[in-house]
């Protein structure tokens, strides 16, 4: 059982920049795809980034392309996402999740978790 710690959400204004955290447990860490999705009031979640097993490899949906950044340290069992320029947008609860087979850019690809975190984009 892996459980996903996110943090760094908040409140922002537009054009500025936020950076999450997602801290993992309870298993091999290096061993997981890891994604960033989202989930706006009244809209099903969306995916955002993941990255794959040694961070060969990541993946971004349209809307954040060139403004998100995910990364991920295996030392700290850590996966980032760096978020730039935002948009009121990108307004929704953002959650973490770890996945033990092919990184996916699907929520069903997913295995674990986060329980999210907030964040807001004022204009």
């Known amino acids: 059982q892996v459980l996903l710690v996110e943090s760094g959400g908040g409140l922002v204004q537009v054009g500025e920049s936020l950076k999450l955290s997602c801290a993992a447990s309870g298993g091999s860490f290096s061993s997981y795809g890891m994604g960033w999705f989202r989930q706006a009031p009244g809209e099903r979640r969306k995916f955002v980034a993941s990255?794959?097993?040694?961070?060969?490899?990541?993946y971004y949906a349209d809307p954040v392309k060139g403004r998100f950044a995910i990364s991920r340290d295996d030392a700290k069992n850590t996966v980032i996402l760096q978020m730039n320029n935002m948009r009121p947008e990108d307004t929704a609860i953002y959650y973490c999740?770890?996945?033990?087979?092919?990184?996916?850019?699907?929520?069903?690809?997913?295995?674990?978790w986060g329980k999210g975190t907030q964040v807001t984009v004022s204009s």
């Open positions: 999740a770890a996945t033990r087979s092919i990184v996916s850019t699907l929520v069903d690809g997913f295995d674990y």
């Open positions: 990255v794959s097993r040694g961070a060969g490899a990541t």
